[in-house]
């Protein structure tokens, strides 16, 4: 099998799959935290909350791709590739693939929280290696579904390290609605995370299971946040939006 071939297949598995990467960042992160002894890893709060941005920067990465975004492109189809229409504008007018950017940072925060330098290299080694194939994947599906069109933004638009040279406004209006309805689960999750990295890195220290208060308060928040976001999506139509 071709090279190329070969990269679209294995991009096209890993792409119906991705939703397993934080497993294979969060359960080593885990295991480091215990056999290390947790050596290093006092509660700081300016640094815990700094890491915790991080996250948050990459949440908001998201919100600003997913608000301006069209139904079918850009979404959380997990089966195949989708594309009704090619993105150009926007956020898409400056990095080709701005969700994978957002997902990289919601996950740096975590990965620094070990304050390892070692683990944050091998966390971006391996997640480019990761996504490559699944870049590669989804822009051989919009090379073949949108051509010369496609051809055209790629030499344009770098396709994760961002550039605003060639930055085009949307015409699409934000839709702060869609993104509640699209992006409640992963806002959620990053307050999960670290507060469960909390609880190890406690148990790990003290010998038995607790909570830093100030973690405590912000799973409570995004706990809260997420249920009412769930409630609103499953038992209402507020968050619908024609088009989106």
């Known amino acids: ?41 006092g509660f700081r709060p300016v640094l815990e909350i700094a890491f915790l941005a991080v996250s948050l920067f990459g949440q908001f990465i998201r919100a600003v791709t997913v608000g301006r975004t069209p139904k079918n492109t850009s979404g959380r189809n997990v089966k195949k590739q989708v594309a009704d229409s090619l993105n150009t504008t926007g956020i898409y007018s400056v990095v080709r693939h701005p969700l994978y950017l957002g997902n990289f940072f919601m996950w740096l925060g975590p990965v620094i929280f070990l304050r390892s330098v070692w683990i944050a290299v091998i966390f971006c080694l391996a997640y480019w290696l990761y996504y490559e194939r699944i870049m590669f994947a989804e822009e051989q599906f919009l090379r073949r579904k949108f051509s010369e069109s496609y051809d055209f933004w790629s030499e344009k638009v770098r396709s994760f390290i961002p550039s605003f040279s ?7 209006p934000f839709s702060f609605r869609n993104v509640l309805k699209r992006e409640y689960n992963g806002f959620g999750l990053i307050f999960m ?52």
Do not use: C, Q
């Not at 991705?18 to 992160?29: A, D, Q, V």
């Open 166 to 172: 060639n930055y085009t406004r949307s015409d699409l």
């Open 1 to 41: 099998m071709a090279l190329v071939h070969e990269f679209e297949r294995s991009g096209n598995w890993l792409f119906k799959r991705r939703g397993w990467l934080p497993l294979f960042i969060f359960i080593p992160s885990l295991v480091y935290i215990y056999l290390s002894g947790a050596k290093n890893l």
């Open 193 to 244: 995370v670290f507060a469960l990295l909390d609880i190890i890195r406690n148990y790990t220290l003290e010998g038995g299971l607790s909570i830093h208060p100030m973690w405590a308060l912000l799973l409570a928040f995004g706990f809260l946040t997420w249920i009412i976001l769930r409630t609103m999506k499953k038992r209402t139509t507020w968050l619908d939006v024609r088009g989106r």
